[in-house]
Structure formats: C-alpha cells, structure tokens
C-alpha cells in the first residue's frame, strides 16, 4: 500500500445569524483559562483512506476492479471533550468494516491519545463503490467474529487513528447544538408486496412473500412492505466566535449508486460534505471545518421512487443532486439552532452473544447439491451465490461478538448497531430513547449482514436470505432492548 497524504478540508468560517463569507481566525487568547472551561472542547479532522487502483470493488453480488477514483474516500473523525470524558465519532467512506478492523483502529487510538475503546465510534457509510475492508479475501462476506487484517485494513485502521489523533490536536472551545430536518423525497422503502401470482423464485426455489427492488415501473407493484425515516440528525459544534467546527449527521439512505464502470467513489456521503463545506466556509480559518455523514438504518431504503417514471440521468447526477438538496436544508436547520455551552458525555459498549443464522439440515443439502451443479461462466448466478455463501455461513466462529455501542452527548443519545439496519429499528429506537434526541447510526464496529425485524422474516425477501442475512431472526429485538438499556443506564433523573 503506497502512503496517502491526509486530505484537508477546506478552512471556513460562519455567522448564525447570517450567512456572510467574513473570516474571523480563532484565537485561544479570546478566552481566558477560566472562561475555557466552561465550554465543550471540539475538534475535527480527515484521514484519506482511498485504496490503490487494481483491488476489487464489492458492492455488487461479483466484485470488479477499481479502475479510476472519482473522488477520494475518507476517514472524518470527531472528537469531543467534557472535561472528564473523551469520546470519538469516525465516519470512513467504506461499504463496511469488520469487527477486527475496529478493534485494532480503536486499540491504537487508546493507546495513542487514553481515549477508551468503548469510547470511540467508527461506522462505515455503506458506499458501494469502495474496495473490501469487511474480508481479506475478494467476497464481501465474513462469517468469522475475529479475522487477521489485511494490508489494505491495516492501512485503514492507521489512517482512522492518525485522523483521531490530528483531531485532538485541534480541540478548541465550542458549543453544540442539536437539529433535525425531514426530507423524504429521496428514501424509498424499497421492498414490495406484487400481485398474486406475479412473485419470482428466490434463488433457493422458493417464493417470497415481498421482493427487493422489484422495478420502478412495474405493473406488478402493490405497496411497499415498510416505512421509511427520512430525518436527518445533526450535530453542530461551532467556536465561541461562531466558526464553525464540525457537522455529524445521519440520514436513512442506502447509497445513490450511477457511477462510472469501475470507480471509486465516496457516494452523496461525501458529495454532501464537500458541499457544506463550501456553503458554511469560506476559507481563513484553521483548524478547518468538517462535515460527516453517517448512515443511519437504511437496510430496506434506497432512492428508487416505485411506481414512478424518472428520467435517466448522466452519471453522478442523481447523487449530486441528492447531496445538494441535503446539505442546502442541513445548512438552513443549522441556521436556527439554539447553542449550549457544556454538555456531559458518556458512552457504553458491549459485545452480544447473538446466534448466527441457523443453517439447517434440508438448507444445507441444497446448498451441497447447487454447488455441485455446472454455473454459468457469465454473470451472478445467484444459487450458486448463496450456495457457497450457506456453506460458509455453516462453519461461522462459534460467537458473533456483535458490537453495540451508545454515546451519550447531553440530551443526544446515538444508537449503533454493526448491520444493514432496517429503517423501522431506527425509528422505534428514537421513539423509546429516554433521551430527546436519539437516533441510530448503521454498520459500526463490524459487518454482520442485513438487520431485519422478526416481522419480516415471515415475509422473506433478499434481506432475510440465508447468507445476506447472518443474524438470528430475534437480533433486532436484542440489539434495540440492549440500547435502550444503556440508554437508561445513563439517563440522569
């Protein structure tokens, strides 16, 4: 792996009251020690992390090789700081990471900076057009809890630390804020009940009872088997001379997609934040200003409107276009915050024994049978697919050791889980949080497949295949039951 120089955002300043293009340079000397302390301590870097040519791209069911980078793929890293307590947000432009990825990125950060590993989030924004930091080999499943890295991971997890470790160089002064926007003109629940008799065999012979994806004009579509969040979370850090720090949000949106054939490409996630940055920064101002954008539970949601014509566009002008609609209303939510000056942290972290994905005996004997039938020499042949995906899920370790994690930043509460979660998780998380302003954040620490309710389950489809999915049909019950008890663990009376 060739060495990357870090990518840099650019240096920016903001009025809330006015979104004038007025550099005012921070100064440590504008506070006094005294006054410092009664402010949260903010600060935000980026690491790049952009694979070389040649390694495979796995967002689709075969991988292919990456051919040209459009745009860089990064590490944003925030850390924040109470006076007691340090915690750690990490947005990397990946499809995913695995378990041992974070483990060693967060062992190197501790052992850098004292900051806990319980303490520091690192969640991966699902772009489909990254190379694999979830295996070491060239598939994108991994049933295994513990893996050895690779040099690409190992390159990965440097990169995260070194951002961490350059944000906690510039910790300054800062107050916080919390805002929400709904937007839902670009999520679309993207599973759907047909018309009798019109539902296609699954890959394992069988029929479902709703299809992923099942056309955006297809006379065949009833309603959609699920709702949608279109809410984007937002957390602001700005300095006491109102220059803005730092932007975490979260939206519910798989990925856009529409880029060209074999590139690299950090999706809307990195499109919006290089778009915020130039509608909140003008430049003057160091450290500068970082915008992130996590996923939120998008394991059911994409931007097809079922049901509705759309006009083919070039390419990455549907992903554009999304990004720029989303940092245009985060950049006016910001506009009307209402800032605070200290908040307490907190954060809890475990590891759960769920069960994988049981492979049975009749499951297993068709898996035994497809592999041995002749594939074709082209294309995805999808039993052949989930064959050799069974026959792997079969000899998983023998713990999941899932991850999940809470961060707790005064009123905000946010929710990880290590899976492709479906929408509806996050919004029941967000309704029983004791906190105000909760909201979840998919695909940290780990990649454990899809994240179905039990409800869906019955109803089958991609995302409950054996093999997509990896988790027992009662995880989200588990992971949402162990959240919301640390979430009241650390709620204060």
Sequence with gaps: MKPLASSIAPLGSFF?????????????????????????????????????????????????????IHDDLHAR???????????????????????????????????????PPENIMISATHTHSATSAISNASVVRSYQSDMPLNEYQ???????????????????????????????????NRRWFLKEGTMPANPFGKIDKVKMNPGANSPDLVEPAGPIDPTVSLIALRSPEGNLVSIFSAYSLHYVGDVGPGHIS??????????????????????????????GTSGDINNIPFGKPRASRPTYRQMTYVAEDLANKVKDTVANLTWKKKQKIAARYRELDLKWREVDGDLMRWAEE?????TSPQGADLPAIY?????????????????????????????TTPCETFAEIGIEFRK???????????????????LPTPRHFELGGY???????????????????????????LKTP
């Design 266 to 295: 950090a999706d809307y996630f990195g499109i919006y934040s290089e778009r915020l940055k130039q509608h909140l920064s003008s430049g003057g101002i160091d450290p500068p200003f970082v915008a992130m954008m996590a996923n």
């Design 77 to 115: 890293c925030l850390v924040l700081d109470d006076g007691e307590t340090k915690i750690a947000l990490v947005v990397c432009d990946l499809l995913g990471i695995h378990r041992s990825l974070s483990l060693e990125a967060r062992r190197q950060i501790t052992e850098a900076t004292g900051i």
């Design 370 to 374: 497809t592999s041995a039938k002749p």
């Design 432 to 450: 029983r949080s004791p906190f105000p302003n909760s909201f979840m954040v998919e695909l940290a620490h780990g990649y454990f497949g899809y």
């Design 463 to 489: 995302e409950t295949w054996p093999g997509t999915n990896y988790l027992e049909p009662q995880a989200s019950v588990k992971i949402t039951d162990a959240l919301l008890e640390m979430a009241n663990e």
């Design 154 to 188: 190992q390159f990965v997890a440097r990169r995260i630390s070194d951002g961490v470790r350059r944000a906690i160089q510039n910790l300054r002064p800062a107050e916080i804020g919390f805002g929400r926007v709904d937007v839902p003109e670009h999520v679309f």
């Design 387 to 415: 064959a050799r995906r069974v026959q792997q899920l079969a000899q998983a370790s023998p713990q999941t050791k899932a991850p999940v994690q809470l961060l707790v930043i005064g009123d905000v509460a946010i929710g």
């Design 16 to 68: 809330v009251l006015a979104f004038c293009c007025v550099s005012l340079p921070f100064s440590a000397g504008l506070l006094s020690a005294q006054d410092s302390k009664e402010y949260l301590q903010a600060g935000a870097a980026t690491s790049n992390i952009t694979p070389d040519l040649g390694g495979e791209i796995i967002g689709g069911f075969l991988p292919i090789p990456a051919k040209h």
